[in-house]
T-cell receptor
Framework: GAGVSQTPSNKVTEKGKYVELRCDPI?????LYWYRQSLGQGPEFLIY????????DSGLPNDRFFAVRPEGSVSTLKIQRTERGDSAVYLC?????????????FGPGTRLTVL | AQSVTQLGSHVSVSEGALVLLRCNYS??????LFWYVQYPNQGLQLLLK??????LVKGINGFEAEFKKSETSFHLTKPSAHMSDAAEYFC???????????FGSGTRLSIRP
């Protein structure tokens, strides 16, 4: 009965470096979401996967951000040439089917700090 | 486009007092609405959700919310606050495209002994 897990829990990097953040969704969930939560704000949508494909990537802020889900389970969020403004908590969520009434279950997040 | 507005970034109540956290939504279609809670250093946890089955929705930990279409509101209440209720609370609406949840900016609830 494991929930959504995310690794690492904390990541400190230097400006300009590349980082990868991993998300393990609840087993059997076909939908997976990435959000970003800046200090003092609510989470903001980044990207939504249905199976292996990105069904909606309209929240990705620019082309430095990319995410994959090659086998329809684990997903990796990749950030190139990190900037200080990328510092935030990155949240992953999964839901059984994907749909506006479907409950999204959130992981604990990865806190990214860009120095 | 859907959106939510949470009134009050910080609410403080005494232990045992009524908790009322306000949320108003904007939606061009019947919305699906949620309240999530975030305890310090923990992930978001669903408190309750409205999916049009009933206007009064009961959630976990004694919380409930009432959907009022005429007021476009979905306020969260709890009759008697406990110290353990201290957390950040987020109201949210599901985007009609079904691809994402749109969150409010959050309300931090503090409980005074």
């Amino acid at each position: 009965g494991a929930g959504v897990s995310q690794t690492p829990s904390n990541k400190v990097t230097e400006k300009g470096k590349y980082v990868e953040l991993r998300c393990d969704p609840i087993s059997g969930h076909t939908a997976l979401y990435w959000y970003r939560q800046s200090l003092g704000q609510g989470p903001e949508f980044l990207i939504y996967f249905q199976g292996t494909g990105a069904a909606d990537d309209s929240g990705l802020p620019n082309d430095r951000f990319f995410a994959v889900r090659p086998e329809g389970s684990v997903s990796t969020l990749k950030i190139q040439r990190t900037e200080r403004g990328d510092s935030a908590v990155y949240l992953c969520a999964s839901s059984a089917r994907g749909g506006e009434s479907d409950t999204q279950y959130f992981g604990p997040g990865t806190r990214l700090t860009v120095l | 486009a859907q959106s939510v507005t949470q009134l009050g970034s910080h609410v403080s109540v005494s232990e045992g007092a009524l908790v009322l956290l306000r949320c108003n939504y904007s939606s061009s279609v019947p919305p699906y609405l949620f309240w999530y809670v975030q305890y310090p250093n923990q992930g978001l946890q669903l408190l309750l959700k409205y999916t049009s089955a009933a206007t009064l929705v009961k959630g976990i930990n004694g919380f409930e919310a009432e959907f009022k279409k005429s007021e476009t509101s979905f306020h969260l209440t709890k009759p008697s606050a406990h110290m353990s209720d201290a957390a950040e609370y987020f109201c949210a609406v599901s985007d009609s495209s079904a691809s994402k949840i749109i969150f409010g900016s959050g309300t931090r609830l503090s409980i005074r002994p």
